[in-house]
């Protein structure tokens, strides 16, 4: 990975659980945002350190500007919610998703400069849920974390 941004990510996660550091703030980006100010997050493939990064900090500041905003979530980011997945469970996951919430979830697929999925810095896969009609995105963030 040569983005400087997701580098400094990775080592700045890295470096606060290594060193049990509390960060005074973190700030980070979102795909989407809707009038609720509920995020979809995650579409970069850097889900887990950014939690780590958030979870660290004493207050967590997204900026996004007006290309992300919409009434409801999908609107302008049409990928689905990316979730980081272990590789040994990713179907697992992914039905038990499809089966719980409706939907559909994919496998993201590396570009066509590599074969197979996109793996993660922790060397997990994202699948990305395409979803319909959700109202409670609360219920749905305990569904996924379960």
């Not at 080592?11 to 979102?30: E, P, R, S, Y």
């Not at 066509?112 to 793996?119: E, H, I, N, T, Y």
């Not at 993660?120 to 395409?130: E, K, R, S, V």
Request: charged fraction near 25%.
């Amino acid at each position: 990975m040569n983005d400087p941004v997701e580098n400094a990510k990775r080592l700045a996660a890295f470096k606060a659980v290594d060193n049990h550091v509390v960060l005074k703030v973190t700030i980070d980006g979102a795909d989407e945002s809707d009038h609720m100010l509920t995020l979809i997050k995650g579409g970069g493939g850097c889900l887990t350190q950014e939690k780590i990064l958030a979870s660290c900090a004493e207050e967590f500041v997204v900026i996004a500007d007006y290309r992300k905003a919409s009434t409801h979530l999908g609107e302008q980011w049409s990928k689905g919610i990316p979730i980081e997945v272990i590789p040994s469970a990713y179907r697992v996951v992914y039905q038990k998703i499809e089966k719980m919430l409706g939907g559909k979830s994919d496998l993201r697929m590396s570009g066509s400069s590599k074969a197979g999925p996109v793996v993660t810095d922790n060397g997990n896969f994202i699948l990305d849920w395409n979803f319909e009609g959700v109202k409670d995105w609360k219920e749905v963030e305990i569904t996924l974390n379960m």
